[in-house]
């Protein structure tokens, strides 16, 4: 990866990091899930609200962790609004693939621009240990929206 993208990428981070967007609790929510992951402390509590037709209408999260696990949080929050469940599925098995291959196809059903905004977060594919900082949003949220109540990446 060249230096100035590695650069960037680490720019997003530490600002999402910092300053979480979404951060808090919305008040009519119709999903709720936990997140923990022990092998490096982060937790995550995660609300959903959707519509008749399974679009994500409003989204937000608390918890505390590493920057990692906070800007990734943050920045799905930010992509999974207007999104249906099943668009959400499907950039979450993608930003897995993302995350632990290197030759991770880009599957055409994805929305390329939200898959492009989470490339930021590939870097993690280096640090194996890491991948379940930067997927914890995303289990907490495939939870959620199967009303699974609590998820540990272990
Ligand atoms: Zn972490």
């Not at 402390?41 to 008749?52: C, I, Q, R, S």
């Not at 693939?97 to 993690?124: F, H, I, N, Q, Y």
């Amino acid at each position: 990866m060249m230096d100035d993208l590695r650069e960037l990428y680490q720019e997003v981070i530490l600002d999402h990091g910092k300053h979480p967007r979404n951060y808090g609790t919305i008040e009519d929510y119709n999903h709720t899930a936990h997140g923990h992951n022990p092998m490096c402390g982060d937790t995550l509590v995660l609300y959903l609200k959707t519509d008749a037709d399974d679009v994500v209408r409003d989204v937000s999260f608390k918890g505390q962790g590493c920057a990692i696990s906070v800007a990734s949080a943050s920045l799905m929050t930010e992509i999974l609004k207007g999104k249906t469940v099943t668009e959400a599925e499907r950039l979450f098995a993608a930003f897995h693939d993302m995350c632990t291959r290197d030759d991770a196809e880009r599957p055409s059903d994805v929305d390329e621009e939200a898959l492009e905004r989470l490339e930021v977060l590939s870097g993690v594919r280096e640090f194996p240990v890491r991948v379940k900082c930067a997927t914890l949003a995303w289990h907490t949220m495939d939870a959620a929206v199967h009303d699974k109540g609590e998820i540990s990446t272990e």
